[in-house]
């Protein structure tokens, strides 16, 4: 099977669901806390155990995106205390 790389925006777009995906998982753990209805805590470990399934799922793909960034040649001189430091060449 060929493996298709992501695009940039695609890529970034993954990153966000997988972010909001975790935050969900964590909000979902940590509110089963203080549910003391049994069969909404048993739906909540259901979305837990279904969620971490999808977030593993979207880490697999997140492996097909293009992370590599070309470094310029020049940068910027940093300015410390008011004053432009030293250039360091490479």
Avoid: W
Wanted: glycine share 4%; net charge negative; proline share 6%.
């Amino acid at each position: 099977m060929e493996s298709k790389s992501l695009t940039p925006h695609e890529s970034l777009d993954l990153h966000e669901v997988i972010n909001f995906k975790t935050l969900c998982i964590a909000k979902s753990k940590l509110m089963q806390g203080l549910v003391f209805d049994q069969d909404l805590k048993n739906l909540m470990k259901k979305d837990v155990e279904q969620s971490i399934l999808a977030l593993s799922e979207l880490q697999e793909m997140y492996k097909n995106g293009p992370f590599e960034t070309v470094i310029p040649e020049m940068r910027p001189t940093p300015i410390l205390d008011g004053e432009e430091g030293i250039k360091v060449e490479q």
